[in-house]
């Protein structure tokens, strides 16, 4: 064969390699048939040298130019079972496995292999959220997304199933909030907070909906919402300095506990519409002033 037209050939099935338009070993057999062993100098091996980790020098057949050098091809070399392919391949067989038995046979359980079953997978999630914390982020979103589903659907399902009271559902919830905020802390990220913090300000309109409507007054209903509104907002101004995040959430969530009276005030039929509308216009109307003077602040805690 002619050593233009071979030439030709090792650079076409040398593209073929390198695009992949022919499977590895293919390309190596057919690149061993045509060069004998031996590889030609040619612009398409020498484009090819970092990828095959060659020195020109060698691929060129060369060697301080007076010796030749036989140049075989060799498949590329596959990635070894590291320990971290190993554990991730046992934690997925596990999920996998748990969501299967879950599926198929969890009414048949008894309520505290239930419990056992709801505690177990949100330790697993929470601990795989700490472990990716910081080399995959996105992950631990959704590891601790699940957790605290499993926690709160979970637990709220089992206590159910025990003949709990409402009492105890909403005890039980609020340890779940206060971890949501111990949580924050932990992991840095301020929507943990404000899911924690928002979620004590719904439990607290639900423990106190029933006190406040035996005997409602607009005012007494103000003193249940506004001193801790006024707590929360003035945490965010002191703590600006010291950490601007976290001041961010305790000023909104301030100011949502701000209008926490009329909002509770919708579910109690002694409250007059016209009143709560009234009282409305007049808290947005000082929830707007206030932002104005301090627009600042807000700019940097909302990012504006």
């Known amino acids: 064969m002619e050593d233009q037209r071979k030439r030709t050939i090792i650079a076409e099935i040398e593209n073929w390699r390198r695009n992949h338009l022919l499977p590895e070993h293919y390309c190596i057999f057919l690149l061993n048939l045509y060069t004998e062993g031996d590889r030609p100098n040619t612009p398409a091996s020498a484009g090819g040298n970092e990828r095959m980790g060659t020195a020109p020098g060698v691929l060129s057949g060369k060697v301080n130019s007076t010796s030749s050098v036989t140049n075989t091809y060799a498949p590329r070399t596959v990635s070894p079972v590291t320990g971290k392919m190993v554990v991730a391949w046992l934690l997925g067989a596990f999920v996998i496995a748990g969501l299967i038995l879950l599926a198929f046979h969890f009414n048949r359980f008894q309520t505290p292999m239930q419990i056992t079953i709801f505690a177990c997978f949100a330790l697993v999630f929470y601990i795989l959220g700490l472990v990716y914390r910081r080399s995959a982020p996105p992950l631990t979103h959704l590891f601790l997304g699940l957790s605290f589903v499993i926690l709160i659907a979970g637990g709220v399902y089992c206590i159910q199933k025990l003949d709990g009271s409402l009492p105890f559902i909403l005890f039980y919830l609020g340890f779940v909030c206060m971890l949501l905020c111990i949580s924050a802390i932990i992991f840095g990220y301020a ?109 940097a805690w909302l990012r504006l």
């Open 191 to 299: 929507y943990l907070l404000y899911a924690g913090l928002l979620g004590l300000a719904i439990l607290y309109g639900i423990t106190t909906v029933h006190r406040v409507g035996m005997d409602y007054t607009w005012w007494t209903s103000e003193l249940y919402w506004v001193p801790l509104a006024c707590l929360l907002t003035g945490m965010g101004f002191l703590m600006n300095k010291a950490n601007t995040k976290w001041a961010g959430v305790f000023a909104v969530c301030g100011l949502a506990f701000f209008f926490g009276a009329e909002i509770q005030a919708l579910y109690i039929p002694a409250a007059k519409r016209d009143m709560i509308q009234l009282l409305l216009f007049i808290k947005v109307f000082i929830a707007s002033t206030l932002f104005f003077f301090t627009r600042g602040y807000w700019y």
